[in-house]
């Protein structure tokens, strides 16, 4: 994660000097002589180095958004809560726009930040309170990681496009009880309620089990569409 | 699924008018004077009508590629296997170009035709042998759904780009384990063996429960990259 | 499962004669040569034959039940619910003294018969209900298998040791709650709520899978003991 | 955990006089005023107390043996591995007899003493290696908890009644192959390989979800019968 060339690269295996990290070498020496491989970092690799907060969303949940609305380069979409701007990120990393309610002005300076760093342009990031309304129009997804969506589903219902989605991500079921109740006499419609547990394996000579740790539980995962 | 506004449109509740199809109004009436509401398929509307075959990668697993890789309207990823073309289109859906190696000739029409009625332009399929080379370079994904990726794997090491990402999609954990044998001494590192249970819940009224039927496996997926 | 010693049993695979199966023999071949091994039934081959019905508790959560309250041929115990008699016959086979309410005259019948072809003496049954209090004193764990658990909550409280166990099988997490919520300034304390998934594998040559097929749900299990 | 009524027991929460243990109160008070209970322990109190060592049979896990095998207080059983006594102690609370094999002197020794604060006079302890052989015959369960179980299969084929189980508790699945490997060709039949998980859940007023952390895996359990 070098930001600046014209600067040595300190890392706990010694230092890079900035004549090596500016030239076209792959493999380079620090002064400890530890072997280093200098690459572009891909979107995972700053994801995951820029957030920052207690509680993000995971990329199993991030994907399901991803893979279940199929948004892509021509979708408008409105996010809000998630403070760290996890799920955010990873959606302008795939559409057109991404508007970002987020009216914590700490997590506000956050997203922005991080947004930076990226160089996305297509990521606005608004210090507004989604409970009182969403300005943006025809769009194609709204993501929902808040304690109450519930009092977003009627302006949700406004400005999806006919077919879009809405998605919620909440912790709790009691929370998930709720939303759908107000969903009644809607236009916007359940489809799917659901969760993904992830098993991780290690498999190394006669090791071949599941790993004993495990995320018991990140979040329930509503999706809906304006009907 | 209108393919044809010129024509009259045939569904199992009536007979909806050409005349009505090419109007602006949302709301339209089958000669039945059944209720239907018009609107542009979205992405996974198209993906789940086109599909076809007995396997395909399911959403929770295409999710989880597209979500870890963090692939976008730059990358350059090639895919083998997996005939239906459920994970290339998807993939297509927001990568730059996609290249598909299908030797098969009759999964190979299927995904033509496929991506030729999504009209998805940046998707380059190839009858040819994927266990005979990678012609493409630099890339910057590589996914392969096939029996013997192991067979894949010096390719793949060759035509990557450092950082950049090899997923394998696998029913069984015997041909994981032979795959991670295929990458030692290469430039290959696995990072992560792992699966994704999906449960889905029914909540309505009283009721507040898994569903009974549960889908109990569909693979492993190992994530490497190149280092 | 050979009822009868004087007569020929009849199979799809031909008859046995009641001469061989008198015989001490343990290998017999039916009159179409089929061989077939005698032997006295487990508990389990007994129950599985037995049960009919619906919805039984099943083997992982009648084993929950067994193992996390730790009774044995000193218990006495109080059964409600579950009408095939799954879990009663259960706790039968190792418990001092089991009673069971029944008011069902169809289940009560059911039940009766199955504890005399298993020829349990200590399993005692009575078609009364349930939720207009409990008989017995001096329980060792009561369990619970019915749609309105917190109406026996009270009596429960009064008729368990102290220390004893109160388990509650429930489809439901709306239930769940109204019944946790039902314990509150009674001596029934929730120790914990839980469910168990079961996975099958297929391990032969080179298969080595989880099965596709998996029961998503059975139900949530509430241990609560009386302190 | 009272062990002498002689004796004023010591708590954190205050000291317990000889006087109140031996009295018929069920109510007592520490010197600190602190209130407690008496009862007596039910054996998942004791069990859970007694064992010690790094790695045990969990409850969802020794519940299946019980529920599957049926074993009741009629019941002939050995049981070899497993250090702390966890799966035998619980096969003694139920069964006629339990015989355990355990060649490591420091574990017999940590078993034997639980054995006796139990006060089980049906489990017999041989300081003998399972690996070299079975004495009792006429078995309804063998339960092997260790690293090597294929050489068991042998031995157990020789001394389980027909129709009786064989039950292996094995971490890596490279073992479960190994071990269906040596049931080849012998009365062994593989019937169900397969492994739990248990899910833990938070209810409490507005919280209802399953708790965050959870474990990923204990063990695969192949239960096998003699046919």
């Not at 493999?27 to 572009?40: A, H, Q, V």
């Not at 606005?124 to 009092?151: A, F, H, M, S």
């Not at 759908?180 to 489809?191: F, L």
Request: aromatic share 8%; net charge negative; hydrophobic share 40%.
């Amino acid at each position: 994660m070098v930001k600046d060339l014209e600067e040595d690269f300190h890392t706990q295996y010694g230092i890079i000097s900035a004549k090596d990290l500016k030239s076209e070498k792959e493999m380079l020496f620090s002064n400890k002589k530890e072997k280093f491989l200098l690459f572009n970092p891909t979107f995972p690799d700053l994801w995951e180095n820029l957030l920052r907060g207690p509680q993000v969303l995971i990329q199993k949940d991030i994907g399901l958004v991803l893979a279940k609305t199929g948004i892509n380069k021509e979708s408008k979409v409105v996010d809000a809560g998630g403070g760290s701007g996890s799920l955010c990120l990873s959606l302008a990393n795939v559409c057109k726009e991404v508007t970002v309610y987020e009216i914590n002005p700490e997590h506000h300076s956050i997203i922005t930040k991080n947004a930076n760093l990226l160089g996305f342009k297509n990521l606005n990031l608004k210090q507004q309170d989604v409970y009182q309304g969403i300005d943006e129009k025809e769009l194609d997804l709204i993501t929902l990681d808040l304690p109450e969506p519930w009092r977003v589903t009627k302006s949700a219902e406004k400005v999806l496009k006919t077919g879009a989605f809405l998605v919620i991500y909440l912790p709790n079921l009691t929370q998930v009880q709720q939303f759908i109740e107000s969903t009644k006499e809607s236009r916007i419609t359940v489809i799917e309620i659901l969760e993904l547990l992830e098993r991780k394996w290690k498999i190394e000579e006669k090791i071949m089990r599941p790993e004993f740790e495990m995320l018991g539980h990140t979040g329930f995962m509503v999706f809906c569409r304006k009907f």
